[in-house]
Nanobody
């Protein structure tokens, strides 16, 4: 059974940094393209970032490029998303997603940006 469990501090102020983690089981983060996808209140799903199966290429949405870094630790079987200079628009539920076809999803972790 595939399980993806996202975690990270829930409420942050604008301008701060935050790291999200996604602990995987039943699937290896090193065996697939891994994604972060978010959904803001009242909006659809938005792809944020991806790292390829080899771990040597990373991809970022235009909205997030320059402020986020995706990484993985295959020994811990965990995916990360480092987000810097958080904005109110970054408030969303962030999902860890396996595969370029979005085969498996975590339950999501809420990031609230509030002053």
């Amino acid at each position: 059974e595939v399980q993806l469990v996202e975690s990270g501090v829930g409420v942050v102020q604008p301008g701060v940094s935050l790291r999200l983690a996604c602990a995987a089981s039943g699937v290896g983060v090193g065996g697939y393209t891994m994604n972060w996808v978010r959904q803001s209140p009242g909006k659809g799903l938005e792809w944020v970032s991806a790292i390829n199966r080899n771990g040597d290429r990373t991809y970022y949405s235009q909205a997030m490029e320059g402020r986020v870094t995706i990484a993985r630790d295959t020994a811990k079987n965990t995916l990360y998303l480092q987000m810097n200079s958080l904005k109110f628009d970054d408030m969303a539920v962030y999902y860890c997603v396996v595969g370029w076809r979005y085969d498996y999803w975590g339950q999501g972790t809420q990031v609230t940006v509030s002053s």
